[in-house]
Each structure stands twice: as C-alpha cells, then as structure tokens.
C-alpha cells in the first residue's frame, strides 16, 4: 500500500505502522488523537489536518515534501530534519516556536492564527524562491527571523501582523536596524553597541528619536506605522 486516504470520517485512530511503502497519506477531518508515522519512511504528502492531535514526530519521515497539519492541537512541531518540505501549512494550532532554518527547499508557509507563537525563523537562505507565506493572527510574535529584510518586507509584509518585524541574524558583534518613519520618507540608520543599547539620531532635527535595549548579533528592518 502506497496510497491511503481516509479523511472525512468519525476515526479516533489509526495503525499505519505496517504500511511502510506509504508515500501518501490523508486522514483528515477526523477525530484522532494520536498518529505514529514513524514507521512510514518513505511518506512524502501528510494530510492530517482537522483532527485532535496534541503531538506529531516526523523525525523518521525524512522524505518528507508536504505537510497539512493545521486545526488541531500542537504545542510544537519540530520538522529539522525534513529538509525536503516544499509546503508547510500548521495554521490553527497552539505551537508557540517554530524553527525552519534547515528547511532550505521551502516554497509554502502558513502558519496563522497559532495564538501563542512568540518565535519564528525563516532564515534557512531560501526565501527568495518562496511562493506563497502567511503569517497572522499571531498577536505574541514580535520578530521574524529571515534571510534578506528587505526583501521581505517588500514582497511579504501585508501577510504578516503589523507587530511582527523581519530581522536577520548575522552572528556578528553588534545590531543594526534601520527604522522607516515618516520624516522625509527617510530610512533612518540606527546603531546599537553591545551592551549599551540602540541610539539613533535624525541629523535634520538634530536630537536623539529612539533609545532602546536590544539583543546582540541581530540585523533588522522596522516598518513604520504608516509603511
């Protein structure tokens, strides 16, 4: 058996541990609250969306290329070692980090309205073949980590919540931002020494427009309110 679609029933389980040549699975919109796929290493579609699910290890499924996991009830997910995952789709969970740095064949990403997201990183050097990528209802996560901010911001921006900031992480010595506001449509260069936290000063108005502590070895782009 290769192929197995049993979505759209009443099942509480599944047994699909003998089914190690399953390349396609799809048992969604059901009532399961435990699936091991541990077995079926060479899956490569994951449907199981809309069910009960409060975990899912995919560490064996390294052949992995799509995953449909949203609606159900993750805490977390994590998918390093699937590093041939095109599609990603987790929205509707209650997954609070989520880390696809090594998800370097990345094309599709949803992640929305996982209410505690508070960490998510994108950075796996990849974004710029990205196809589709959404990110809202996600009221707690402030910074997203990614590869190019600007490129981000320019083709992204409106799928993501206006807290949400891309940032890229260059494990240098120090920060440095530059913060969009409205004062001549200007990028304004900010700098933050190690230590003694982010200073930046607006030569036209000759004063200091933004103090702020910050963590090291992090670049990242603000949008303005008005971005």
């Given at each position: 058996l290769t192929y197995l679609d049993?979505?759209?029933?009443?099942?509480?389980?599944?047994?699909?541990?003998?089914?190690?040549?399953?390349?396609?699975?799809?048992?969604?919109?059901?009532?399961?609250?435990?699936l091991?796929?541990?077995?079926?290493?060479?899956?490569?579609?994951?449907?199981?969306?809309?069910n009960n699910l409060t975990t899912l290890d995919l560490s064996q499924n390294t052949a992995l290329a799509e995953l449909h996991c949203g609606s159900?009830?993750?805490?977390?997910?994590?998918?390093?070692?699937?590093?041939?995952?095109?599609?990603?789709?987790?929205?509707?969970?209650?997954i609070t980090s989520?880390?696809?740095?090594?998800n370097t064949a990345l094309l599709d990403f949803d992640c929305?309205?996982?209410?505690?997201?508070?960490?998510?990183?994108?950075?796996?050097?990849?974004?710029?073949s990205l196809t589709s990528f959404l990110v809202i209802g996600v009221p707690l996560l402030t910074c997203i980590q990614v590869d190019n901010v600007s490129y981000m911001n320019?083709?992204?921006?409106?799928n993501v919540d206006p807290q949400a900031q891309f940032r890229r992480y260059t494990g240098g010595g120090h920060v440095r931002r530059l913060d969009r506001r409205r004062l001549g449509g200007r990028l304004l260069p900010q700098r933050i020494d190690p230590g003694r936290g982010l200073h930046r000063v607006d030569a036209r108005l000759g004063a200091a427009v933004h103090d702020e502590a910050a963590p090291d070895h992090e670049v990242a782009e603000r949008r303005g309110p008005h971005d």
């Open positions: 049993c979505s759209h029933n009443a099942l509480t389980g599944l047994d699909v541990t003998s089914n190690t040549l399953l390349t396609f699975l799809n048992n969604s919109t059901n009532a399961i609250t435990n091991d796929v541990s077995a079926n290493t060479a899956l490569e579609i994951l449907f199981c969306y809309q159900n009830q993750l805490t977390s997910l994590n998918i390093s070692v699937n590093t041939a995952l095109t599609y990603v789709y987790c929205a509707y969970n209650s989520l880390d696809l740095s090594q929305s309205f996982n209410v505690t997201l508070t960490s998510l990183n994108v950075q796996n050097g990849n974004n710029t320019t083709n992204w921006a409106s």
